[in-house]
């Protein structure tokens, strides 16, 4: 599967951008799909997942109750919707596709088997 992740951008902090993930060359609904970021001069570090049907999802507890992970199996693409945003969310995002996973989507990005080429979120404060 290929991924193209865009919606990225430079936003004050409090506000709020939307990323979308979009896939091609594979059934989509057949992946767990996941956002993870990587900050300058940090780990890569996963912000949240989403089951292959869309009804389990799963945060980072710094983003908890800010953003939103949905997907919609039909466009095959996956959304974070990132709200009141703070400079510490500035990061490259990426995101990433698990197809062998058996069961609940995985919080490791090592788990993940396909990334899109990341999209910069810039947050001024």
């Known amino acids: 599967v290929q991924l193209q992740a865009s919606g990225g951008g430079l936003v004050q902090a409090g506000g709020y951008l939307r990323l979308s993930c979009a896939a091609s060359g594979r059934t989509f609904s057949n992946y767990h799909m996941g956002w993870f970021r990587q900050g300058p001069g940090k780990e890569r570090e996963f912000v949240a997942v989403?089951?292959?049907?869309?009804?389990?999802?799963y945060y980072a507890d710094s983003v908890k109750g800010r953003f939103t992970i949905s997907r919609d199996n039909a466009k095959n693409t996956v959304y974070l919707q990132m709200n009141s945003l703070k400079g510490e969310d500035t990061a490259v995002y990426y995101c990433?596709?698990?197809?062998?996973?058996?069961?609940?989507?995985?919080?490791?990005?090592?788990?993940?088997?396909?990334w899109g080429q990341g999209t910069q979120v810039t947050v001024s404060s």
């Open positions: 990433a596709a698990d197809r062998l996973r058996v069961g609940l989507p995985a919080r490791n990005y090592a788990e993940y088997d396909y």
């Open positions: 989403i089951s292959r049907s869309g009804g389990i999802t």
